[in-house]
């Protein structure tokens, strides 16, 4: 049997990992169940509780199994928490105390082949690579953001804060033990050689679109379908937003431009739940800012649906330095899926959009910008509105499905 071909023992750690029917986060979910079609045995260990769910499993004990679509989740009880203070630290320290004390064990029972700490938060390397030494496996990190560097940038945490501190020495950890660093952002590798990474160490895999989802998606609620058909009732263009309602996603330039815009056939519809949406409501109340209509959020499987009734997307957020490390949106890849144009008002080294030319470029924050890249797309005719998205679409289906990637990471695995 040759090497490829091996069936191998997959142990994923994600502190969040969820499923279809849990909800965020779904990359885990989604490299595991392509796995599992190619022969493999996967394991995910994630916390019972998380903010990102939709809903959270009922857990009597630690470590309590559950098989979903063929994948062993192994549920980890860690608390409740809110935001992201005190509490939600907590669970990160009981997370990974746990796998850590229990790492022979996991080992023995899972004898996996490969070890893949894959958390937001860098601390799950010490479990991981204590489990990987005892399995005497393969041992892969893998990146979704930039921490300690998010806390420090965006959160104003001083990089002597214990709690930095404490991340910092586990960046600087999986940099210089892992096997193999998998990064959702493109552009992070030389700042992890400064931090002890092999150079050859590095791999981008980005996160994608299932096919299958597609095929199988759900209609979209009641509320939202009478909402879009009144717009369309109206002959309103519809530029929609989707997502959460945080501060990193600048909806509130948003909500300016859209009191700014002149133009009345243009309409706004933002979906989606967060910390930020009250105040976002708020401020589009006071400011008596009529062309613009809050949805609640949607499950995954009702994305597709959802998009079908915009006109153009838009994909925002806020300038930040930690762009520079490139950034990895789900919203781009569905949009793209979605054959819908974009307007993209983000900052970054790569950039779909630009790339394959599949809607418009415009500076984040800059009101007068996004407004005019959206009329841009608005006095577009049908042919060239049709072109840009299929261009989009051609090249997510080329490039970031999940059965492409998950190949792309299963030879990682080999290697």
């Given at each position: 049997?040759?090497k ?8 994923i750690i ?37 903010h990102?769910?939709?809903m ?6 630690d ?16 608390g409740?928490?809110?935001?992201n ?8 320290i009981k ?16 004898k996996?082949d ?32 930039m921490w ?14 214990p709690?930095v ?10 940099c ?22 092999h150079?050859?160490?590095f791999r ?5 679109i ?31 937003y ?6 990193s ?31 976002l ?24 649906d959802?998009?079908?009734n ?11 330095p ?15 899926m979605a ?23 415009v500076?984040?924050?800059d009101?007068?910008d ?15 509105v049709?072109?840009m ?27």
């Open positions: 049997m040759a490829e071909e091996l069936e191998m023992q997959i142990l994600n502190h969040y990992a969820g499923s279809l029917e849990f909800g965020m986060e779904y990359r885990p979910y989604y490299f595991a169940r392509e796995w599992i079609k190619m022969g493999h045995t996967v394991h995910i260990i994630t916390a019972d509780y998380s990102l769910r939709k959270n499993p009922n857990i009597n004990t470590f309590q199994v559950e098989k979903i679509e063929g994948i062993n989740y192994h549920w980890v009880k860690t409740k928490y809110h935001g203070g005190i509490k939600r630290a907590i669970t990160m997370f990974v105390s746990k796998l850590y004390i229990r790492a022979k064990r996991l080992a023995t029972e899972i996996p490969v070890v893949i700490a894959s958390s937001t938060y860098p601390l799950d390397t010490f479990a991981a690579q204590r489990i990987s030494k005892f399995a005497n496996s393969k041992l892969i990190h893998e990146i979704h953001d300690p560097l998010t806390l420090i940038e965006i959160g104003g945490m001083s990089k002597y804060n709690f501190i404490m991340m910092q020495l586990a960046e600087n950890s999986f210089k033990h892992s096997d193999t660093i998998v990064s959702l952002l493109p552009c992070a590798k030389q700042y992890l050689v400064k931090h002890g990474m150079p050859d160490a981008y895999i980005p996160n994608g299932v096919c299958e989802d597609w095929n199988d998606s759900h209609e979209i609620p009641i509320e939202h379908k009478k909402t879009f058909d009144l717009l369309k009732k109206d002959n309103k263009f519809i530029v929609g989707f997502g959460g309602h945080a501060i996603n600048a909806l509130e330039i948003l909500l300016k431009v859209a009191k700014t815009i002149t133009t009345p056939d243009i309409h706004f519809v933002l979906v989606g739940d967060g910390v930020e949406k009250e105040s409501q708020k401020l589009a109340r006071n400011q008596n800012i009529e062309n613009v209509t809050f949805l609640p959020s949607v499950s995954k499987l009702t994305i597709p959802l998009l079908k915009f006109d153009a997307i838009y994909i925002g957020g806020r300038s930040s930690l762009y520079r490390f490139g950034v990895c949106l789900n919203k781009s890849y569905d949009s793209m054959a819908k144009p974009i307007i993209y008002a983000m900052d970054s080294p790569n950039n779909d959009v630009r790339d394959y030319k599949c809607g418009v470029v500076k984040p924050e009101i007068d996004i407004i005019n890249g959206i009329l841009l797309i608005y006095n577009c005719n049908e042919t060239e049709y072109e998205g299929m261009r989009g679409k051609k090249a997510v289906l080329e490039n970031y499905e999940y059965k492409i990637l998950s190949r792309k990471f299963e030879s990682i695995l080999y290697n």
